[in-house]
């Protein structure tokens, strides 16, 4: 079992950064592939970046450029940092991991964090 807990979230100005972090414990987290996802009011949960075990990271296009996805084994923390942040960026961020291959799809992830918040103000 792995328990994640997010934390980070906030409130900012467009054009501002937030870095969140997602703190995991109960295994090694090195070897899972890790993931940011967002939800925004009244719509789907949707794939924001993900970075394998080996250390490849993908993104989305509404993102790349902007947020990096790190992760540091030693502290079993995944950080997401969001920078030039707009207003659509609002919505609850999750973090999740898997035992596996990365993945960009949500009902991939066997381990969930209970999310952030992070609004936009413009």
């Known amino acids: 079992q792995v328990q994640l807990v997010e934390s980070g979230g906030g409130l900012v100005q467009a054009g501002g950064s937030l870095r969140l972090s997602c703190a995991a414990s109960g295994r090694t987290f090195s070897s899972y592939a890790v993931a940011w996802f967002r939800q925004a009011p009244g719509k789907e949960r949707e794939f924001v970046a993900a970075?394998?075990?080996?250390?490849?990271?993908y993104y989305s296009a509404s993102v790349k450029g902007r947020f990096t996805i790190s992760r540091d084994n030693a502290e079993n923390t995944v950080y997401l940092q969001m920078n030039s942040l707009k207003p659509e960026d609002t919505a609850v961020y999750y973090c999740?991991?898997?035992?596996?291959?990365?993945?960009?799809?949500?009902?991939?992830?066997?381990?969930w964090g209970h999310g952030t918040q992070v609004s936009v103000s413009s």
């Open positions: 999740a991991a898997r035992y596996a291959t990365y993945s960009t799809f949500s009902e991939h992830f066997d381990y």
């Open positions: 970075r394998s075990g080996g250390g490849n990271t």
